[in-house]
């Protein structure tokens, strides 16, 4: 899946670094989270995606700009791609009284760089997917 051009590229940034660097910012995260460190988490956010871009290549135009949008907005602590890139969403870490603010400008500043309209949702952070265990009653 790597363009010919990239291969040398790619084979510096090797398989053991990569899944390294996954298990690392998961792990960082966690305590962030638990200390409400949105600075630091943001900055987490902030380098997972330059690397998506630039190591995993699997970003696209229209998805860098949202999140280059996001990330030089104030209220942003952290930005980046969600899912499993080549186009699609990106998530932002943002300062919940400059939400309005922060939606308002970012759709602005995509809609001027790249022609196109974003939509946005707000969400509040929650405890996410977890496993359940159903008993069936004969």
């Not at 952290?78 to 499993?84: H, I, V």
Request: aromatic fraction near 6%; charged fraction near 25%; proline fraction near 2%.
């Amino acid at each position: 899946w790597c363009r010919p051009e990239r291969r040398d590229h790619r084979d510096d940034f090797g398989q053991e670094e990569r899944a390294g660097m996954d298990a690392a910012v998961a792990a960082g995260s966690l305590p962030l989270l638990a200390e409400d460190d949105a600075a630091e988490l943001g900055q987490l956010m902030d380098g997972s995606h330059a690397s998506l871009r630039d190591d995993f290549e699997v970003t696209n135009e229209a998805l860098n700009q949202i999140v280059e949008s996001a990330q030089v907005h104030a209220a942003c602590f952290g930005a980046r791609m969600t899912g499993a890139g080549f186009g699609g969403c990106a998530v932002a870490l943002v300062d919940e009284e400059h939400v309005d603010a922060f939606i308002s400008t970012v759709k602005e500043e995509y809609r001027r760089h790249s022609g196109l309209e974003a939509q946005m949702y707000v969400c509040q952070p929650s405890a996410g997917a977890s496993v359940t265990q159903f008993s069936i009653a004969e």
